[in-house]
């Protein structure tokens, strides 16, 4: 299914997809669901809601379509499970992640890790206003590279947003110095071993 100038293009490559929307608050989930369901005709089905963990799984092992709305959490073992199960290798999935910058991360034992170990085969694409880049937690890592970027300028310019401004300022401290000798033993025990910088 391919959207192209307000039509949907059933693209015989995909052979009748599952598309997983996924997000990670309850309200977010319900709001997309109620603008989803809204729009069944168009949609050509009935959009479904996981209302539970094991209800994900039975609508995941479906063998082909459906339009799925959940959360991330439900991507998450069973207290008598060691890892989350496989549910589908189908290729045919697509699971569209809001909000991708919370959540998402750590491939060791994160919800990233749990949804690829439940759907091998799928593509995962991702929406996120604030993508992070940091060792243990960087959104390109577990979504790939960006296909679009739409920033604040391009926001702006197009009147979606009205410009923001930001206008630095430094606190100044001080600090007593008949204090000071109080303080130093503490900073020095809570940063022996550090470097000087």
């Not at 243990?136 to 790939?144: I, K, L, P």
Request: hydrophobic letters at 40%.
């Amino acid at each position: 299914m391919v959207f192209y100038a307000g039509r949907i293009v059933l693209h015989p490559a995909m052979q009748n997809p599952t598309l997983v929307i996924l997000t990670d608050r309850n309200d977010l989930d319900d709001q997309l669901f109620g603008a989803f369901s809204r729009c069944k005709d168009l949609l050509r089905q009935e959009p479904e809601q996981a209302l539970s963990r094991a209800h994900l799984r039975d609508l995941l092992r479906t063998r082909s379509g459906g339009v799925i709305f959940t959360t991330v959490h439900k991507f998450f073992p069973g207290a008598d499970e060691a890892a989350f199960p496989l549910l589908s290798d189908r290729r045919n999935i697509v699971v569209i992640a809001d909000e991708a910058h919370r959540s998402q991360y750590d491939f060791i034992d994160g919800f990233a890790r749990h949804m690829r170990d439940a759907l091998p085969n799928a593509a995962f694409i991702a929406f996120t206003g604030t993508p992070i880049a940091l060792a243990d937690r960087n959104t390109r890592a577990v979504f790939g590279d960006y296909i679009s970027i739409y920033d604040i300028q391009q926001a702006v310019h197009d009147g979606a947003t009205v410009p923001i401004y930001y206008e630095g300022r430094l606190a100044k401290l001080a600090l007593d110095e008949t204090e000071r000798p109080k303080v130093d033993p503490d900073f020095d025990e809570a940063t022996e071993g550090e470097e000087i910088e």
